[in-house]
Every structure is written in C-alpha cells, then in structure tokens.
C-alpha cells in the first residue's frame, strides 16, 4: 500500500479555501486508490470536519491535511490555541453542565473539547467517550441523550476514532478512518442489536461468571444455530487469550449484529506505570518467540508487545522449520516508522496476505498457514482487527452470518 501525505493548507477563511480542501481530498483519493463507498465516506467525514473547522475560525489559522493508505486515514486539523484564560474557563464550565451550548449534540461536543483543551495537556478520545455513556445510559436520562445523539451524528458514525489533545499552544484533532473490508459494514453503520457488556478484569477472572449470560445473550440476537455456536467458540476463545494476559487490565467484551455480519468486541484499558512496564517488557524478553503457539497466542503477544511500544510488535516473529515468520510485522496495516505514534493496528486479513505472498518458496510460510487453517478463530472469523495506543486495548472479530 502507499503511504500518502498531502500537503497542508492554511484555513482562514473556510468558504474561500472549500474549492482548495476538495481538490486537495479528491487527489488524496486517486493517489491512495480509493474507491467508489470508501471514496465517499471519506469525503462525507472531510466536509464535517471542515464544518467544525468552520464554526471556530475565528480563534485563529488553522492547517488542514491528510495522511494515510488505502487501508487506513487521517485528517488532522491543527491551530494554535488563542484562546485567554477567562473564555477556557467559561468554556470548560459550559461544556460540564451541557447546557447553554450553541450547537447541542455530539458535534457541540466536539466542538467544545476543540476549543477549551487549553485548560490542560489531558486529551479526548470518541472511543473513551463512547464507552462512557455506554455504561451510563441505562440508568442516566442524560446519558441516553448523549448516545442518541451520537447514533444520530455522521461524523460519530463515519469516524473509527476522533482525538483531541493539546501540545503546549497547540491544539490538534485527528480523525481515524479505517476501510478495512470487514469493517465496511460493522464501523460504519447502527447495529441492529447490541449486547450488554461482560466485564473482565485480569485480577478476577472466574469462567463461571464471564460465561453466566453468554447464551441469553446470542439467543438474544436470534442468529441461527450453526452462527449461534460460531459466535460462542470465538467468545471463548477470546476469553482465553485474555486470561492468558501478564498485563493487568480492565476490559469489557459484548456482541454486536448487523444484517450480514455479527462481531464480538473486546475495549480495555491497562494500569501500566513505568515499573510494570519494565517487568513486563523482562517477561518479553524472556519469554522469546518460542512459546507463542497458536494464532490468538499471537494476537496475545501483539495486545502486550503494543502495550510496551511500537517497535516490540515490529520485532515479533516465531520459528517454523529452521526459519522464521515475522507475525508482527506482517499482520501491521500502519506499519510506518512515522506513525509509530498512531498506535498499533494489526489484522488477520493482512497477515493471511503475507503469508500468502510467501508460501511458494518459504517452508516456514506453509508452516505458518498450516497453522492458520487448525485455528478455531482464524477459521471462522471475516477478520480479527487488534488495535493498541498508549494503555488502551481494542478488538474486534468479525464473522459472516447468514
């Protein structure tokens, strides 16, 4: 895949650079080989982040690019923050309560982390504050607002991620893309049915807990049986990789179903201060690559090596036949030294991908996917997406109902 990044342009005057950002997006599009849907999402998130864009020009310029493949984007915008110290605090309070703000909404929301993140160097994340009001809604009125709102929001549905963060003066927000083929459906539309979460923390795993309300659930969905039993084994299966986790964690799983495509996510968050960081990177070291069996073993080794930093996932590989099967990179779909910053993205799609590319004339390839084809997950899943940044853990197994 290409990597591209366009070059920036200066927002003044959003009306006067429209014609401008639309050549700019449509050459990003040919240059990276977009695609018919895909070349429309992405240029449908563009206008809404030009929109946002739009209402807060009058604190200052702001730069606007792209940068990504065909596989993954990301629109930045970026602007110093000019903002003084009584409007933050005027901001800051108006955005607490929820009221009296000019544009109600998830996009009011936005805009409002947008403006007030002078306030502090902590960011925002959509991902963070989905989850949030996941939890809350069932028992707070507002909460169910505010999902509502965000089932309602093109850009909540369009965008993978949106994060929000200040560097000094500076402020910074970028939008997340991914046009994975298996996430065409699942990242992009409402699910028809979506779960309760199950919780799992690394101090207090108990099976009979974790899989008390598995069956209500699936049959909660009513997908036939053959689907029903495929979606409980993956479910166990993930289950199983996170109990083999050295990290200590904290995470939620739960099923969703659309109508051709049923997923199991996994979202967690870590408590990884610098000395279990360093114990946990002497556990990897130790351990090697010669204990990583079977596939979700692998996707274990990517979840902790990703935890530790970019480069421990770059240097995953295991020995098959006297040579050696580099899984890590392989599997990597951002996989660019000047990303190292966005996180780890990996995906069994991809990995299958290279895998392939290589089983004509290496052994320990063939090996690899022998593997692969005695996996339960790799077997039934569509794709398995495992994405890590900073201490945050997120999942997705996607399958093909009928």
Known sequence: MRYIETSHIKIADIGAKLEGTNELIDDYIFDTGLKEKDALRLK???????????????????????????????????AENHIDKTRQDELISVSSTGENSSEKGFFGILKSMFLMQGIDESGWSMKDY???????????????????NLERSLVANLADD????????????VVTKDFSEALSTVGSRTPEYTTPFTFVDSNKITDDKIYEKVDDYLAEMKLSTKDTIHMKLLFEETV??????????????????????????????????????????DMASQKGNTLVKGF?????????????????????????????????T?????????????????????????????MNDQEEAKEAWDELEKSIVASLAKDVLVGVKGNRIDMTIVCDIK
């Open 296 to 328: 979700m073993d692998k996707v274990g080794d990517v979840i902790e090596n990703g935890l530790l930093n970019y480069n421990n996932v770059m240097k995953l590989q295991q020995e098959y036949g006297g040579g050696y099967v580099n899984y890590g």
């Open 44 to 78: 449908l998130l563009s206008e809404e982040v030009l929109r946002l864009a739009k209402s807060i020009i009058g604190y200052g310029i702001m730069d606007f690019w792209l940068e990504g493949t065909s596989r993954v984007t990301r629109i930045f915008l970026t």
């Open 240 to 281: 199983g990789m996170l109990k083999a986790l050295t990290a200590d964690y904290h995470a939620a799983i739960w099923f969703e179903k659309y109508k051709h495509e049923c997923c199991i996510r996994v979202t967690g968050k870590t408590e990884m201060s610098q000395t279990k960081k360093e114990n946990l990177l």
């Open 130 to 148: 989905m989850d949030n009001i996941y939890l809350k809604r069932q028992e707070d009125a507002y909460s169910q607002e505010a999902w509502d």
């Open 330 to 358: 392989m599997g990597m779909y951002n996989g660019i030294e000047g990303m190292a910053d966005s996180g780890i993205m990996w995906s069994l799609y991809e990995y299958k991908d290279a895998l392939k590319g290589q």
């Open 162 to 173: 949106i994060e929000v963060s200040v560097d000094k003066n500076n402020i910074k927000m």
